[in-house]
């Protein structure tokens, strides 16, 4: 059996309470890090669910044990957010949309592709 698939979850708003109850359930799964512009808030997430690391966003893809950053952030940050994992050669899962524009997208899909991670989206 392998370990779990390290995870962060970027954006600790209203939507990741789903997220994190059914990410911290599953046992090939181990979320690492909560991670928002307000600290308290991702504090506050880590403390109910369990997950022992906080911090930015660029602090969480910087982890060295997240393979996949869960991007829950205001659709207008998400193509920072992801580009950022993307760069740190991480996974991405994007709460939709994945961009807000076709060409943010195919960016983010060729950064993806260049860097060898996979990009998912809801």
Known sequence: MSD????AVIGCGTISDEYLRNLTSFPDVRVLVC????LERARAQ?????????GSAAQAAAHP?????????????HAEVA???????????NEKP????????????AAA???????GCA
Do not use: F, I, M
């Open 35 to 38: 991670a928002d512009l307000v």
């Open 65 to 77: 044990d997240v393979e996949l950053v869960v991007n829950l952030t205001p659709p207008a940050a």
């Open 83 to 93: 580009h950022q994992a993307v760069a740190a050669g991480k996974s991405l899962w």
């Open 4 to 7: 779990p698939l390290g995870l």
């Open 46 to 54: 880590a403390a109910k669910y369990g997950v022992p690391g906080v």
């Open 98 to 109: 994945l961009v807000l524009d076709t060409a943010a997208g195919r960016g983010l899909l």
């Open 113 to 119: 592709a260049q860097a060898g991670v996979r990009v």
